[in-house]
């Protein structure tokens, strides 16, 4: 008979990471946009750029949206397992 589980410590570090790097990725993103659209720069190539760095925007909000539901769901396993081990 197989017995599974994890670390509960552990698992609760990886949310409490995930999380964070979540946080810090999402003020890198607000960051570069704010500069992106701060440079002085006009013409097509300018407009280019900004639209491109909008399309990235969107796709590292999903990235940041990811890691917090990958936080939420670490959170929710530890909590699993604690109740499972306690025999709760």
Not at 60 to 81: E, G, Y
Request: no cysteine; glycine share 4%; aromatic share 4%.
């Amino acid at each position: 008979m197989a017995i599974y589980g994890a670390d509960i410590a552990q698992l609760n570090q990886l949310a409490s990471q995930l999380n964070s790097k979540a946080s810090d990725l999402q003020n890198v993103v607000k960051t570069l946009s704010s500069t992106v659209q701060s440079v002085e720069w006009k013409g097509p190539d300018a407009d280019k750029f900004r639209s491109d760095w909008t399309g990235h925007v969107s796709q590292l909000n999903k990235i940041v949206s990811d890691l917090q539901a990958a936080s939420q769901s670490a959170k929710k396993n530890a909590q699993q397992q604690e109740q499972a081990s306690s025999g709760a």
